[in-house]
């Protein structure tokens, strides 16, 4: 697989990562360890080597996860994990304290079974922590040899500045796709500017633009979709069309609707790295085929026109989320 560069940061993963949250959490059970285990090796395997996961993603269950799967070629690949909340738990609250990052930076150490951090997220803004004093601790851990490179998640424009002024910002995780595409008003440019690496997590919709999910489509009762509002019947119902779209320029393509999406991210810019998340291996293969659909200006500017015309429905998280999402 080809790799690219996060920003002027240096550091250079695969074109395509995988975001191993939904392994453990959010999308209803969590996959067999073994199984889940074969995945992210086979994942390594077909080039992936940038891996994705949290302290809150279990919580902790992911990152324990990553460190048996990924210990035996450790020093071949890149992981990214995060921090920011009060006891892992995302009902908990946020804490973005020095002595919190702390604590999580030795535990997730001993979690992955490595010595360094290659990137280290904080998970969403804490509004009640100074974003100066939050890049000035990872910038101690920086120095102090267990952190290598700082990010943020959901940032908004006036954190990523103060952020990167104290320690540069080697990439920024937010969401981004056909379907939501909000960064391209202010985001990319920032980044652009300052030369920070993008990765966008549910890049496929959080499975909605991958064609296998409808209005009659029913959810486990520990999914968290149940309670987003773009995942309502009705909402899934009324974006139908989005996807029906989508499957039309995937199959003039010899495409799938979802390597069509990512496609059109890896098209975007040279710099933004998509962190598709799946449980299963065909779906992995079907991910990291995108890498290989090639999307010229003439096929960026049909999607483009096309997709411009068609309002999605629904917000991408129910109100209590929402409230967390830095501006």
């Not at 324990?64 to 450790?74: D, M, S, V």
Request: hydrophobic share 40%; charged share 25%.
């Amino acid at each position: 697989m080809q790799k690219r560069i996060l920003g002027k940061s240096g550091l250079e993963v695969s074109a395509l990562g995988l975001g191993c949250m939904g392994l453990s959490f959010g999308y209803g059970p969590a996959t067999d360890k073994k199984d889940a285990v074969d995945l992210i090796r086979t994942a390594y395997e077909k080039g992936v080597n940038f891996f994705d996961t949290a302290e809150v993603y279990g919580p902790y269950t992911n990152e324990e996860l990553l460190g048996e799967a990924l210990e035996p070629f450790r020093k071949d690949v890149i992981i990214a994990t995060k921090f920011g909340f009060i006891t892992g738990k995302t009902t908990s609250g946020l804490d973005s304290t020095a002595k919190n990052i702390r604590a999580v930076a030795e535990a997730s150490l001993k979690r992955l079974r490595t010595d360094v951090i290659d990137l280290f997220y904080q998970h969403r803004v804490d509004p009640n922590v100074p974003i100066e004093e939050v890049a000035g601790t990872v910038k101690e851990l920086i120095k102090e040899g267990k952190v290598k490179h700082f990010g943020l998640s959901e940032a908004g424009v006036k954190t990523i500045r103060k952020a990167h002024a104290v320690q540069p910002v080697t990439a920024l995780q937010s969401e981004y796709s056909i379907w939501w595409r909000e960064p391209e008003q202010e985001i990319l440019p920032v980044l652009e500017e300052l030369g920070i690496g993008f990765v966008p997590f549910s890049p496929l919709g959080r499975g909605f633009l991958t064609g296998k999910i409808d209005a009659n489509t029913t959810f486990d009762k520990t999914d968290f979709r149940n309670n987003v509002p773009r995942f309502s019947e009705e909402n899934r119902k009324a974006n139908q069309a989005l996807v029906d779209l989508l499957g039309k320029m995937a199959k003039d393509r010899n495409a799938t609707p979802a390597q069509i999406a990512l496609a059109w991210l890896l098209a975007q810019k040279p710099w933004i790295v998509p962190i598709p998340g799946t449980t299963k291996l065909h779906r992995l293969e079907e991910n990291i085929g995108s890498t290989d659909v090639v999307l010229g200006a003439a096929d960026l500017k049909e999607i483009n026109a096309a997709f411009s015309r068609i309002n999605v429905q629904g917000s991408r998280y129910n109100e209590e989320t929402q409230k967390m999402i830095d501006r």
